[in-house]
């Protein structure tokens, strides 16, 4: 963990949760090898809240997390996002109904690396009306301008909208990113390792905007690997083990080595499973 | 049959290796020039067939060479060498024999054929039968082939464990070289007697279409490489018999391995699992 | 690194492997007796020496543009669809069936042949496409199939339905209301091609301009990032072949509407074979950019043409020239070719 102790803590006001924009109920998610990774999970995000699913990885947090955005069928349960209840999601769908994916790895879903900047800058957005006519066509007027909003709000260092992503830092592409799929105006941002293997400024920077997004009454789902990082800025907390819950609870309910524990597989004796709030565990 | 079978076994080991070696068609071509002129040199068919091993591996070394330190995308240098074959057989075959397009040789070079109870058998296709098995063994039942299989798999690991990922495949693609530079002697030592320019006439592909078929097991190929060779000959057969040839026109019997070659391959494919860096180099991270 | 360098990069590699291509042929011609020098010399005056020759370099590059876009359009949406071949022979059947057997008022007719043959190409693409879709079915190997399944059919067409009543090595000519007018006595140059270059530059456009050629290229370039992004690979898919096929058949048109003195398919397919093959060493020489396809294709058309005055004068087979293509795609595909030069360069 790279300077687990510099990295400045960002500050998170309290303030009470909305109504949920997120519902998942008995999710059960397969891998690429066919044997079950999610395992009957139910829960809940609200708006305003962030979310956070901590635990080791490989626990099926990847797979829960492309059933969620559109690009690994379901095998059973239901996910509702913002009031509309979906059999067979996709990515379109994921948009269309206000969410945004920050992936786990930006340089496999998020990003093409031999595509420039601009070109970058609408990818999963290019068939919004603001980027292509009716007809089809490219309106490339808006998308550089477009693009070079990005750039400017979310501080993406480039030398030029033609620039090949492949060219900046990986602090740079995933600011990129991030400012791409926040900019989408979501009710539900669901964020992956965001701030995995970047440089502090940008570490920072990002678990900002998904504190402001929250702020703003937007419902955020975090996963991360990073304790920490889920510790800094979440509300709500879930540890993920083997394909299922093995303990959740707000924030301050939860100590580090409490989480610790569960992220290795041990259930803390006592605690009661209704500190989960709204949401059960599978059953 | 045999040469679909030669060039199918070794490029079974070569691609459980990692490496894909799609100029199989090109080495067709070219070692077919190659066998009979080594035939000719040494008035021998036999050696002919030696010739075109010889060849092959060269090539077959050539494309390791280029895929493994030249680390370069193995589907377009393999397309390099077939886009080259077509333009170097004729140019062969005229600075060889003087004359273009075809050269015919005499027929003691033909490889003698085995005379059985049940009919004339090549030697050169029972030696593919055995190639077939013993590949089947070298993959399943050696460390050696433990260490192909691996190497396609999981490189790094290979690496990991002190053996040279390069080597190996190096080997595999020059043996599969090999392999189908003998299968492509064969065309005109063992079957036409003849060499022409487009003597191959995309039996290259089809024999990278037994592999997809065996997903990669050599007894499958083999299998494979039987099925899509009795469509040939029979095509062959059919565009002679008499009663059938005059009703059915020769172009479509003609199109018969290949229509068979393309069902045959959209019935099996689907549930084929190739190794994990099929076609990729390998680059310590 | 200094000024003189800022050349674009792609533009430097692809001379670079020319030059490669060039003395690797130059080393095979030695080996087997031949002058290089002559040679090289008779095949620069074959394709540049008279105003006329280089006006039929441009013929010859013609259906090469065309025949690279089919390659390029593939690689961009990640396909490797190497069934230019077939899908042109099945374009000069189509164009050959409208130029020869029906009669339309001027205008009308070559438009109907042209666009005939386009369709013709794009049907014949649709076998690969549709199999790949279904089955998964690798494209090298069913566009191969289908390129030899192509010949036979063609060939068999030609002579059995198309064949010409006096002359039995060709089909019917083009009636002269099908024909592209030829633009000079001097050379087998027509109007067609302002239709290839016209329509390598519309599939620019389609590629770089529209949600869907986006989407096309992205599909190739990440095919993670494409399902992200919700685009339907089995739309690209058929997007590419059906492009790549349309400009085949328009490669095939333009050798029986626009290449006199023939206005014919050979019963061999003499005046198409091998165009489709040809046409992937373009493409690459042209850096999949259809183009670049254009320039490239012009390179490639004086080796074609050149070629020809290079095997009267120096005895070197023409078809040498198509070793050469198969160096150069050798030479482009190994990257690290690049990053010695890169090296080598910064020293």
Not at chain 1, 214 to 229: I, M, N, P, W, Y
Not at chain 2, 208 to 232: Q, S, T
């Amino acid at each position: 963990m790279v300077g687990r102790e510099i990295v400045p803590r960002v500050s998170r006001s309290s303030r009470p949760p909305g109504d949920p924009v997120l519902i998942v109920r008995n999710l059960q998610v397969a891998n690429d090898q066919g044997a079950l990774a999610v395992k009957g999970i139910s829960f809940e995000v609200r708006a305003g809240e962030i979310f956070g699913i901590a635990g080791v990885e490989g626990n099926g947090q990847s797979e829960l997390v492309q059933a969620l955005a559109g690009l690994r069928p379901i095998r059973s349960g239901e996910i509702s996002l913002n009031g509309a209840e979906i059999k067979h999601l996709t990515p379109l769908d994921l948009y269309r109904l206000g969410g945004a994916h920050i992936p786990e790895d930006r340089l496999r879903f998020g990003l093409a690396l031999n595509f420039d900047l601009a070109e970058n800058s609408i990818l999963s957005r290019q068939r919004e009306p603001a980027f292509s006519t009716r007809m089809g066509r490219l309106n490339w007027n808006a998308i550089l301008s477009y693009a070079r909003q990005l750039v400017e709000r979310f501080n993406v260092l480039a030398p030029g909208l033609h620039t090949p992503v492949r060219s900046l830092s990986g602090g740079n592409q995933q600011r990129l990113l991030v400012g791409r799929e926040l900019s989408k105006e979501p009710v539900l941002v669901i964020a992956v390792h965001p701030t995995r293997g970047l440089d502090i400024a940008s570490t920072v920077y990002i678990r900002e905007l998904l504190v402001q997004m929250r702020d703003e009454g937007k419902g955020v789902l975090l996963v991360s690997a990073d304790l920490d990082e889920v510790l800094e800025i979440s509300d709500r907390i879930a540890v993920m083990y083997e394909g299922q819950f093995i303990g959740s609870g707000k924030v301050e309910e939860l100590s580090r080595e409490e989480i610790g524990l569960m992220m290795g597989g041990i259930t803390p004796k006592g605690r009661d499973e209704s500190a989960l709030a709204s949401s059960p565990t599978s059953d | 049959m045999t040469p679909l079978a030669l060039a199918a076994v070794g490029e079974c080991v070569n691609e459980k290796a990692g490496v894909v070696n799609i100029g199989l068609e090109g080495i067709f071509m070219i070692t077919s020039v190659t066998g009979v002129w080594t035939a000719e040199v040494f008035g021998n068919g036999a050696m002919g067939l030696l010739g075109g091993a010889l060849a092959g591996a060269v090539l077959g070394f050539a494309l390791g060479v280029i895929s493994v330190y030249g680390r370069a995308d193995q589907i377009i240098a393999g397309m390099g060498l077939n886009i080259f074959a077509l333009g170097f057989v004729p140019f062969l075959l005229i600075s060889l024999w003087a004359f273009p397009g075809i050269h015919i040789f005499p027929n003691e070079l033909m490889v003698p054929r085995w005379i059985t109870p049940f009919g004339q058998v090549s030697p050169v296709t029972v030696f593919a039968v055995l190639v077939a098995f013993l590949a089947h063994l070298l993959l399943h039942r050696t460390v050696l082939g433990f260490r192909i299989r691996a190497v396609g798999e999981r490189p790094e690991a290979v690496d990991v464990a002190g053996l040279r990922v390069d080597h190996l495949r190096l080997l595999t693609s020059t043996l599969g070289g090999a392999l189908a530079g003998i299968g492509g002697a064969f065309l005109p030592l063992g079957w036409f007697g003849a060499v022409v320019k487009e003597i191959s006439a995309g039996r290259g592909f089809i024999a990278l279409a037994c592999v997809v078929f065996a997903g990669l097991e050599p007894l499958l190929a083999l299998g494979a490489a039987m099925l899509f060779g009795f469509a040939d000959g029979f095509a062959s057969a059919v565009a002679v018999t008499p009663g059938v040839k005059e009703r059915i026109p020769f172009y479509f019997v003609s199109m018969i391995p290949y229509v068979t070659t393309l069902v045959v391959v959209a019935l099996v494919i689907g549930q084929r699992r190739f190794p994990r860096t099929i076609g990729r180099p390998y680059a310590r991270e | 690194m200094k000024a003189r360098w800022h050349l674009p990069r792609p533009l430097i590699e692809s001379l670079v492997t020319i030059f490669i291509g060039l003395t690797a042929g130059a080393l095979l011609m030695g080996a087997f007796g031949y002058s290089p020098l002559r040679a090289y010399q008779a095949l620069f005056i074959g394709a540049f020496g008279t105003p006329a020759d280089v006006l039929e370099t441009i013929a010859f590059a013609t259906p090469l543009m065309l025949t690279a876009l089919t390659f390029s359009v593939g690689i961009r949406a990640g396909l490797f669809n190497i069934g230019a071949e077939g899908q042109m022979y099945l374009g000069a059947i189509g164009t050959t069936f409208v130029a020869g057997m029906v009669s339309l008022p001027p205008g009308i007719h070559i438009a109907a042949a042209t666009a005939s043959g386009m369709l013709f190409g794009a049907a014949w693409a649709m076998i690969p496409a549709l199999l790949k879709v279904w089955r998964g079915v690798h494209e090298v190997i069913s566009t191969i199939m289908a390129n030899w399944i192509a010949f036979h059919l063609s060939t068999y067409l030609a002579i059995n339905f198309l064949g010409d009543p006096t002359r039995a090595d060709r089909t019917v000519p083009a009636l002269p209301t099908a024909r592209y007018p030829v633009l000079t006595e001097d050379a087998t140059l027509t109007a067609v091609i302002f239709v290839a270059i016209a329509f390598c530059a519309a599939i620019y456009l389609y590629l770089w301009g529209t949600r869907a050629g986006y989407e096309l290229r992205l599909g190739g370039e990440n095919p993670d990032a494409a399902r992200y992004a919700g685009v339907n690979a089995n739309r690209v898919i058929l997007l590419s072949f059906v492009i790549g096929g349309l400009a085949a058949g328009l490669a095939g048109a333009s050798q029986i509407i626009g290449r006199p003195p023939a206005w014919s398919l050979y019963a061999t397919l003499g005046n198409v074979a091998t165009l489709g093959f040809d046409g992937i060493g373009v493409a690459l020489v042209g850096r999949n950019h259809p183009l670049g396809g254009i320039l490239a294709a012009f390179l490639f058309g004086a080796l074609a043409h050149g070629g020809r005055l290079m095997e009267y004068q120096a005895g070197v087979l023409s078809e040498l020239v198509r070793a050469l293509n198969g160096i150069i795609v050798v030479t482009l595909a190994v990257p690290e070719v690049w990053a010695m030069l890169r090296r080598r360069r910064i020293r």
